[in-house]
């Protein structure tokens, strides 16, 4: 599997080895000590996730504050814009962001640390979005920083429309008034 660090070196990206031919391929999608060894520690997830999407939907900024999610994610149908936002005030890229399209053609995927927040624009007809957490989902935890806030300033591949959004995802906090991590 291949590593690579984005701008934000805590944010990696995983390329795995296809292994293809007429009859089709085969990967290995996750493996434990590639993924412990890429991190630089041990790492267990305890829940997959599986989110079916069409196009236009965006879904994000989305975060757990008090029990914080790591999440590897990757797509196995269609394409989307996957984003990750620093949201550690000690950070030294407090307030950046990293985006990667992730694709069921590239079958690469990402690691989203906890502390940071993540949504995904998706880019084709329809997405299958899969992802492990290191933490439960934790709906009284969960928050929600607008997707278009100014002062993260993500380039959402738009090209001129306006995203689906969810009720909650409407209602998202500007990044000023969002509570973050020390």
Not at 5 to 34: C, M, W, Y
Not at 51 to 76: M, T
Request: proline share 7%; charged share 25%; with cysteine.
């Amino acid at each position: 599997m291949k590593i690579t660090r984005t701008a934000i070196p805590d944010v990696i990206v995983l390329e795995p080895k296809v292994h293809g031919d007429s009859r089709g391929f085969f990967l290995e999608s996750f493996n434990q000590r590639v993924v412990d060894d890429a991190l630089g520690r041990p790492t267990e997830f305890v829940q997959d996730n599986h989110s079916r999407s069409r196009q236009g939907v965006l879904r994000g900024l989305h975060y757990q504050l008090r029990e914080p999610q790591g999440k590897l994610v990757r797509v196995v149908r269609g394409a989307v814009f996957d984003v990750a936002v620093d949201l550690r005030r000690s950070s030294a890229t407090f307030g950046k962001w990293v985006g990667v399209e992730l694709s069921e053609q590239a079958q690469n995927q990402l690691w989203v640390p906890p502390g940071f927040g993540h949504g995904f624009l998706v880019l084709t007809p329809e997405a299958d979005f899969l992802y492990k957490t290191t933490r439960y989902y934790a709906p009284q935890d969960e928050r929600c920083i607008a997707w278009n806030d100014p002062d993260i300033g993500i380039d959402w591949p738009l090209a001129g429309n306006l995203p689906e959004l969810s009720a909650k995802d409407q209602q998202g906090l500007p990044f000023a008034a969002a509570e973050v991590f020390d």
